[in-house]
């Protein structure tokens, strides 16, 4: 129970973008139920959550691991978790996604996907949130068409069970505003990163990390519109919040100076 | 002080106490906290965020 409560601690202080505060918190939880001999299912969430945080650092290899190890203690059990098994196949899809492995993110996703859709239809928001993390992927391999289907039906999702400024619907907004940059919809890749900025801005803070990517990619956007103060002004805030937040050498970090050089 | 007088008190304290935890827990109702309204089974996911590099 103890741990349970260290690990809700931990999730809180990552969505405050306290990511050492999570970290000490989470280390802190497996340590004690690994003491305590707690095994199994139990341990789960503490590892799944110390992956989540770690993939949110970069460290994509401890986080598979993690993952790994959350799969086989719930495949180990004599009775079947389909809904946990399933997240757990979306989040090793989003280490691949996050490693540019897309045939191999494909994989995961859509194993992930079916699991959730057979246990639980096809309207259920779990089952868009799947498909926005398979639209992802889809997007790194240049299946536009296909991307933009499944984030469209799962924006529709989204927004009539969650309300229209959840942080789920800015997501979705964020990988659409994505989209259109890079088929050269820029337009409406603009209204929907802008909406997207406004609603991450609102829910997590003006200096969360999930706020800043999606400052660069309106700074991808202005670039490809030819306003060129435009996307340093979107890159040099990104950059700030990413260097406060994950560090120098984070990939994101080094993906938007890269983005930032280019502009100047 | 009459030990009724203790009770009434006791009760009013508690009723006060129970009314702002009910206002706090329809605040939260109203604005979540970011990322604790996890959407994907029992368990934490990560969302695949679209993360644009730009080309010369």
Redesign the interface.
Known sequence: MFCRWLT?RA??H??HADFRGAEALLLRALALAEQSRESGVRL??IL??MA?LY??LGRYDEAWELYQRALALLEGQPRSYP??V???Y??L??ID??RGRFDSAERFARKGLAL?IEHMGTSH??V???M??L???L??QRRYVEAETLYSSSLVVFEKK?GRN???VG?TL??LG??Y??TGAHSRAEQSLKRALTIRER??GKNHP?VA?TL??L???Y??LGDVPLARSQYKRALSIFRGSLGMMHP?TV?CL??LE??E | MPHEEIVAQIIAQLGATIAQLSTLLGELRHNPIPHLQNVVGGLFSNHNDTFLTDAR
């Open positions: 809700i999730m809180y990552r969505a789960v969430p799944n959550s989540v993939k949110d809904a946990d399933a997240t757990l979306h989040n899809g989003g996604h996050a959730r928001v779990s868009a949130a799947d926005v993390a639209g992802a992927i997007e790194g969650l959840h942080t789920e997501s964020n990988n994505a989209l940059t890079s829910a997590l999930d990517v660069n990619n700074g991808v956007c670039r490809r994101k993906s890269a983005n280019l502009a």
